[in-house]
């Protein structure tokens, strides 16, 4: 069994930065790639961003990308999502999520709450 743990959620004005963590225990701390999702109210789960066990190789949302950073710690089964320049379009759940390749996740985070007002 595996369990993914987000924080950092909060809530900040339009332009600051908040920064995410999501720990990965049991099973899920070796999983070859973490990404992150979010849900606004009334939409769809999307991707927002992935990174695969090296750290070096990421993949982002077009809207997302020069304002946020994925990152791991390996050592630390924890993976992180800097966001930066937030705005308002940005305020969603944010769920951290683990799997064997982009579209193949095992494990997903009980998500953390990101709101960005203007």
């Known amino acids: 069994q595996g369990q993914l743990v987000e924080s950092g959620g909060g809530s900040v004005q339009a332009g600051g930065s908040l920064r995410l963590s999501c720990e990965a225990s049991?099973?899920?701390?070796?999983?070859?790639?973490m990404a992150w999702f979010r849900q606004a109210p009334g939409k769809e789960r999307e991707f927002v961003a992935a990174?695969?066990?090296?750290?070096?190789?990421?993949r982002y949302l077009d809207s997302v990308k020069e304002r946020f950073t994925i990152s791991r710690d390996n050592a630390k089964n924890t993976v992180y999502l800097q966001m930066n320049s937030l705005k308002p379009e940005d305020t969603a759940v944010y769920y951290c999520?683990?799997?064997?390749?982009?579209?193949?996740?095992?494990?997903w985070g009980q998500g953390t709450q990101v709101t960005v007002y203007s």
């Open positions: 990174t695969w066990r090296s750290g070096l190789s990421t």
């Open positions: 999520t683990a799997g064997a390749a982009l579209g193949s996740y095992d494990y």
């Open positions: 049991g099973r899920t701390g070796s999983s070859y790639l």
